[in-house]
């Protein structure tokens, strides 16, 4: 292990509005994202075209979302549609201040209603050469679809990333019933940071009072240093969800 640390933040944006959708609040989102300064920022829910919103919102952003987000700081970002709708679409998006040196979007939609994919990229540390994959999920509401997008990943992952190479799988993974850890640690080794140092998922949702774990980050072939869930000022009054943020030792 080298002495180089990597802040990872996982968030679920609301599309940039309030958990009452009464407010637009991504200019708020962004600049306490910045005041964070992860190194890799896992998103979810970010508009990649609304074009109905350009309208009612003056300070809507003339670039997509994530591109407005990324501003000046995460030079390097990719984004994965997984909701179309006649108005745009919606889906992850992976900020990084490192180069994503490649990345592909994986469909797991099992209803047409509720589309679903896994953003899979790989970043380059050009310290140290090491390169990391790192995978943006946001699994769907049912039991049923989310044991489908949980084998999903794990095909994914096993086909795709080797036994040897760093893993970071990040995002809103709707499993309020704790059965993902029964596929992924069995099936992949990996391990859930705030269960491994707190003994227990972070609560994450709803963000004015959390109750439901929903948000994880899942790891393997790092060293954990921390991790924190970012309650209270501001984040409680921004999306519903709030914020998840570990910080890992390469």
């Not at 919103?53 to 670039?63: A, G, H, I, V």
């Not at 090491?130 to 509401?141: A, E, N, S, V």
């Not at 992924?184 to 004015?208: Q, S």
């Amino acid at each position: 292990m080298s002495d180089i640390s990597l802040k990872v933040l996982t968030y679920n944006i609301h599309k940039g509005f309030s958990a009452t959708n009464l407010r637009f609040i991504l200019h708020e989102i962004k600049n306490s994202l910045r005041h964070i300064d992860a190194d890799i920022v896992f998103l979810q829910e970010v508009h990649g075209e609304r074009r109905i919103s350009n309208q009612r919102f003056d300070n809507w952003p003339n670039t997509q979302q994530f591109e407005f987000l990324a501003d000046q700081v995460w030079h390097h970002y990719a984004y994965g549609k997984n909701a179309i709708y006649n108005s745009g679409h919606h889906g992850n998006a992976i900020l990084s201040k490192y180069p994503i040196i490649e990345w592909d979007n994986i469909n797991v939609s099992m209803l047409r209603s509720a589309s679903r994919s896994l953003l899979h990229g790989v970043i380059h540390i050009p310290e140290t050469d090491q390169k990391i994959h790192i995978i943006c999920i946001h699994f769907g509401l049912f039991g049923r679809e989310r044991k489908r997008q949980l084998s999903a990943l794990v095909k994914r992952i096993s086909t795709h990333v080797s036994a040897s190479e760093p893993l970071i799988i990040a995002g809103d993974f709707n499993d309020w019933r704790e059965q993902a850890e029964h596929y992924l640690h069995r099936d992949l080794g990996v391990k859930e940071v705030f269960k491994i140092t707190r003994g227990a998922y972070a609560r994450t949702f709803p963000a004015w009072m959390p109750v439901l774990s929903m948000d994880r980050i899942y790891y393997r072939g790092l060293d954990i240093i921390d991790c924190n869930r970012l309650h209270g000022q501001p984040w409680h009054r921004l999306s519903d969800h709030i914020p998840l943020l570990a910080e890992f030792r390469l």
